[in-house]
């Protein structure tokens, strides 16, 4: 603990800290728990996406055998950018996905199988699900780190700051009370000893 002064004028001061950290302090827990909300919707929205990605493997694994064909169905199209924007929840910026854009190529429907269409719209479905998988984590590690830090200053304030500011006021209180009650006994002898 910082060596305090015991006056009047730093009693006040350490006062008006008191009813700054107090009035603070309620903010940063109000933060905390809107940030706390934010990442268990991140979580619901990547247990979902989980399952449609799972749901969507499983449906095309009737047929994800005909890619062993030998025809590489990459060539006709590519991932061109993923497109974000950026969102604001609770005073925190974070991504928020827009769509996935694709490159493609034509190909001849005369000398490519019929299961081409169907395989090319498989995996941009499949990439746009992993591409709003990526960007829900970035969500979340992002809003994990603002919880974090949120956690950090409601800590301070509870466990340091409020603690050590009611100390410190009633270590000055002491002292002046102390000093006054002095006061008034030396004015006491000193008028006694006139008196007499």
Same mark, same amino acid.
Do not use: C
């Given at each position: 603990?910082?060596?305090i002064?015991?006056?009047?004028?730093?009693?006040?001061?350490?006062?008006?800290?008191?009813?700054?950290?107090?009035?603070?302090?309620?903010?940063?827990?109000?933060?905390?728990?809107?940030?706390?909300?934010q990442?268990? !919707?991140?979580? #619901?929205? +990547?247990?979902?996406?989980?399952?449609?990605?799972?749901?969507? &493997?499983?449906? =095309?694994n009737?047929?994800?055998?005909?890619?062993?064909?030998?025809?590489?169905?990459?060539?006709?199209?590519?991932?061109?950018?993923?497109?974000?924007?950026?969102?604001?929840?609770?005073?925190?910026?974070?991504?928020?996905?827009?769509?996935?854009?694709?490159?493609?190529?034509?190909?001849?429907?005369?000398?490519?199988?019929l299961?081409?269409?169907?395989?090319?719209?498989?995996?941009?479905?499949m990439?746009?699900? !992993?591409?709003? #998988?990526? +960007?829900?984590?970035q969500?979340?590690?992002?809003?994990?780190? &603002?919880?974090? =830090?949120?956690?950090?200053?409601?800590?301070?304030?509870?466990?340091?700051k409020?603690?050590?500011?009611?100390d410190?006021?009633?270590?000055?209180?002491?002292?002046?009370?102390?000093?006054?009650?002095a006061?008034v006994?030396?004015?006491?002898?000193?008028?006694?000893?006139?008196?007499?």
């Open positions: 603990m910082a060596k002064r015991l006056t009047k004028n730093e009693l006040k001061n350490q006062k008006d800290d008191l009813d700054r950290f107090e009035r603070y302090l309620p903010m940063l827990q109000l933060r905390k728990q809107q940030l706390q909300r990442i268990n !919707r991140v979580h #619901m929205d +990547i247990d979902e996406l989980s399952g449609k990605i799972m749901s969507f &493997e499983n449906k =095309i009737s047929w994800i055998d005909v890619f062993s064909e030998g025809i590489d169905i990459s060539r006709w199209f590519k991932i061109k950018e993923i497109v974000t924007s950026t969102g604001n929840i609770a005073g925190v910026d974070i991504p928020v996905y827009g769509e996935t854009k694709f490159e493609t190529e034509g190909y001849d429907l005369m000398k490519t199988p299961w081409v269409d169907s395989g090319i719209e498989a995996v941009r479905n990439a746009q699900l !992993r591409a709003q #998988m990526k +960007i829900k984590k969500q979340e590690e992002t809003l994990q780190e &603002e919880i974090r =830090i949120a956690t950090q200053r409601v800590n301070l304030f509870e466990q340091v409020i603690p050590e500011a009611r410190n006021i009633r270590a000055i209180s002491i002292y002046l009370g102390d000093q006054q009650t006061q006994i030396r004015g006491k002898i000193a008028k006694a000893k006139k008196a007499s």
